[in-house]
């Protein structure tokens, strides 16, 4: 079962094969390299978008267009991060949705201070921002 979903629009995907999806990942300053995660985490839209589903435990390779020996594994919470910053949609933390009647002190999905959880009127709501 994923913890998080984050929307991923066409113009994020650099290619498509029969088994997998190649994200464009910028990184460091200038920097580009792609992400291939399998398409079976992927849940496609009406709207020509997809969700990927992630766990707070995955790990993808980036591969370094440029410079193949400087390829490497980030954290899905680093994918998340900057995927949602590229295109300004905030993720879906299935974990709360999960456990909305443990809403007080919940573990944070994100290390990041950029994410956020508050609750008005009741509802737990994720927001981006400072």
């Known amino acids: 079962m994923p913890d998080v979903?984050?929307?991923?629009e066409p113009?994020?995907?650099?290619?498509?094969?029969?088994?997998?999806?190649?994200?464009?990942f910028d990184y460091g300053i200038k920097t580009q390299g792609e992400v291939r995660i399998h398409k079976s985490q992927f849940l496609t839209q009406d709207n020509g978008n997809y969700k990927?589903?992630?766990?707070?435990?995955?790990?993808?390779?980036?591969?370094?267009?440029?410079?193949q020996s400087k390829s490497?594994?980030?954290?899905a919470s680093?994918?998340?991060e900057q995927l949602t910053t590229d295109n300004?949609?905030?993720p879906t933390n299935l974990l709360s949705e999960k456990r909305v009647?443990?809403?007080?002190?919940?573990?944070?999905f994100f290390s990041s201070k950029?994410?956020?959880?508050?609750?008005?009127?009741?509802?737990?709501?994720?927001s981006y921002g400072k």
């Open 11 to 24: 113009w994020q995907i650099s290619q498509q094969d029969e088994d997998f999806i190649y994200l464009i």
């Open 88 to 90: 300004l949609r905030p």
């Open 78 to 80: 680093v994918l998340v």
């Open 52 to 67: 990927l589903q992630l766990k707070h435990s995955d790990f993808f390779l980036l591969v370094d267009s440029e410079h």
């Open 72 to 75: 490497r594994f980030i954290k």
């Open 101 to 108: 009647h443990f809403c007080f002190g919940f573990p944070q």
């Open 114 to 126: 950029k994410y956020s959880y508050r609750r008005p009127g009741g509802a737990i709501f994720f």
């Open 5 to 8: 979903e984050i929307i991923i």
